[in-house]
């Protein structure tokens, strides 16, 4: 069992950022890729970005790339979401998820332990 809680939503303005973290407990936090994902209102959740065990290998939707950076500090058991240059679009609710394999990976399916998720905002 693993159980995470997001962090640091919030409204923020077009162009601004927010960092988002991810807290995990109940299981060796290093030995699982994470992820992140986001659903907005009406629409199917979609992915976010994740990042593997060590934190070596990012993988990021290409609606975010260049904006995003996931990164995680292991020995805190918190992975983290950098998010700059937001636009209105990145408008969501941001979940959390632990790989239920090696990963990373970018599909909702491979992703068995998810957070309650926090409400981003971001007004034009």
């Known amino acids: 069992q693993v159980q995470l809680a997001e962090s640091g939503g919030g409204l923020v303005q077009a162009g601004g950022s927010l960092r988002l973290s991810c807290a995990a407990s109940g299981r060796t936090f290093s030995s699982y890729a994470m992820g992140w994902f986001r659903q907005a209102p009406g629409k199917e959740r979609e992915f976010v970005a994740a990042i593997s065990r060590s934190g070596a290998t990012p993988l990021y939707a290409d609606s975010v790339k260049g904006r995003f950076t996931i990164s995680r500090e292991n020995a805190k058991n918190t992975v983290y979401l950098q998010m700059n240059s937001l636009k209105p679009e990145d408008t969501a609710v941001y979940y959390c998820?632990?790989?239920?394999?090696?990963?990373?990976?970018?599909?909702?399916?491979?992703?068995?332990?998810w957070g309650q998720g926090t409400q981003v905002t971001v007004s034009s």
């Open positions: 998820a632990v790989d239920r394999l090696i990963g990373p990976h970018a599909r909702a399916y491979e992703y068995d332990y």
